[in-house]
Each structure stands twice: as structure tokens, then as C-alpha cells.
């Protein structure tokens, strides 16, 4: 299908579709154009019955005409955008961010949005903002910030009483995205292992998922360091002292709580992550926003337990208490009522 504007040879085609009470799919295959294309023509001038070629080739050209100029994007003078830089050079290493990261694998659009947050004052806009800055639609806008946030580089935020998002890109985001690849390499070497003991070592199969199983336990023990009892540990503090704050903390906040560097604190989500049944009763979950809270380990308690627990007097009422975060204040907890 053809594109671009339509022509006064287009519109005549059109208006002799309609005199022979054609469909708009088949005027539009007359015309290689796109359906959509002529339903819209047909749409704002008239109407099928007082479409007129003549009439809606004037329209167009008087609206190409007084058609108001599009701002410039991004405005060149934005000095808060630049943090006072000059704005070519400013945009020039944007682009060559952005290029890096498409170069590595990153969708186009994608890797655009993460070099105009990476470089904004604040590290986050609006969508319309990125739309605006980058020139490119709100669609593709929704479906970068979409595929970002999967990959966990970054998250949304919400002003008091407002609705409007701010994309944000936290101070933890690096730190964040290297433990969740080594996550997945540790996944990776699990479900290889288990295709190992399903076929069995000495088959071409087995033979072909032991290697990967080594590839992937080698990258990830590169990634993470060597296996010791600290990270556990520290995985068992961070579990009490979410436990003990009864409230969603995010990794920065249980570092300052804990006076423990950042780094150390992550390996210690990533470790409650990674083996949740060395932490006895308790799991780790983690919200929407980023946070992590405690939650009951699945599995650990039957149906009928559940249930028992949930209707004895002086504990804390729950539609799923399997994976209610643990959140009832101590007084619950023991059964008594708090004091005063």
C-alpha cells in the first residue's frame, strides 16, 4: 500500500468509487492505498454521499497552508534539559548513548528513552514529555517504557492526587539490572541441571545440557562471587528487618536502615531470591513499585492451616493468607491486644 498524502488524481478515484457504490476496501485497493486512508478522506469531506473530488483537494491545500508550525523538538534552548551545557553538544552525546545501546541489542526507541532519562535533571519525564523531546509518538513511547521496565531499568511514579506517571531512573538501576541477569543465569544453569537428570549424562542430550549447566554456573559464580554463608545471612537479617519495619522497603532504604553499603544489601535480596528455602518460614516478595516485603514461603502451610490460622481470635484476618505480606504489628502477632 502507497503512502503519503493523497493526490487530486487519488481523490478523483475515490469520488468515482463512491458513484459506483463500491466499498472503501475495495477504492482502496484500486488505489494501493491503505483503508483507513480513504474511510478518513471520505470521513471529513462530506461524507459517501457529498464527497466532491474538487471541493476536498482545495481543503487539503488550504489546511497544508494554515496549518500552525510544530515546535521544535527538543527546544534547543531548554538550558534545565542541558543542566545549562550547550544543547547541541548536549544532544549529540545522547545520541551516541543511544546508539551504544542499540548497538548492544536494544530496540531503537527503547534505547532513546533510557539516554533522555539517564541524562534529564531528575533522571525522569512524562511519556509526554518523552514523546515531545524525542519526536516520536505516544505509542512508541508507552512500548519502550513498556519493554524497559521489564528489563527492571526503571519504574513509574505518581505525583499526590495525580494521575499522570514519571518515569523514573533510580539510583539502584544498574546495581538492580546486573543481579537480575545474574538471576538469570542462575535459572538458566537450574533448568539445564534439570534436563541433565532427565536424560542422563551419558546421552548426546545430557551430554549437551551438563555443558551449559558448567557455562552458566561459571557466569553466574563470575557475576556474584563465590558461594559463602555471608549473603544467606545477611538474606536472613534483611527477611527480620522487614519483618520488624511491617512496611514495603526498598533496597536503598534497608541499606540506611541496616548501615550496610548498597552492594551489600542487594546481594542480600539477591540471595533470599535465589535460595527462598534456606530462609526458613518466611519469603521474600517484591512489589510493583520496587520494594520488598515478607510474605509467608508457599507451600510451607496446607489450605486447612491457612484457613484455621486466619479465623482464630487475635490474628490478622487474610483473603489469601498464604501470600499476604506479613505486615500485622507485634501485639498481633503474639495474640494479645496492643496496649495503650
Known sequence: MGGGRLTAEDRRGIEAGLAEDLAYAAIARRLGRPTSTVSREVARNGGPRGYRAEHADRASAWQRRN??????????????????????????????????????GLPRTAARVLACLVTAPA??????????RLGVSPASVSKAVGYLEGLDVLTRTYEPGRRRAHHVIDDDVWLRAWLTSAQKNAVWAETAQEGVDLFGPGTPAGARLQAMHKFFVGIHRDMTGPATTVPLEDAITVLAALLHAARPLTTSELAAALGWPKARAATAVQAA??????????????????AYLVTAQHGRLTPAQRTALAQRPGHCPSGSPNDRPWTCSAAERRGSAPSH
Open 67 to 104: 496549518r500552525p508550525p510544530r515546535p521544535a523538538t527538543p527546544p534547543a534552548t531548554d538550558a534545565e534539559a542541558t543542566h545549562g551545557r550547550d544543547p547541541a553538544a548536549v544532544h549529540a552525546y545522547m545520541d551516541r548513548f543511544a546508539t551504544m545501546m542499540i548497538a548492544t
Open 273 to 290: 531470591e535465589l535460595q527462598p528455602e534456606a530462609c526458613g518460614p518466611l519469603a521474600l516478595q517484591r512489589t510493583p513499585s520496587g
Open 123 to 132: 533522571g525522569a519525564r512524562t511519556a509526554a514529555e518523552l514523546a515531545q
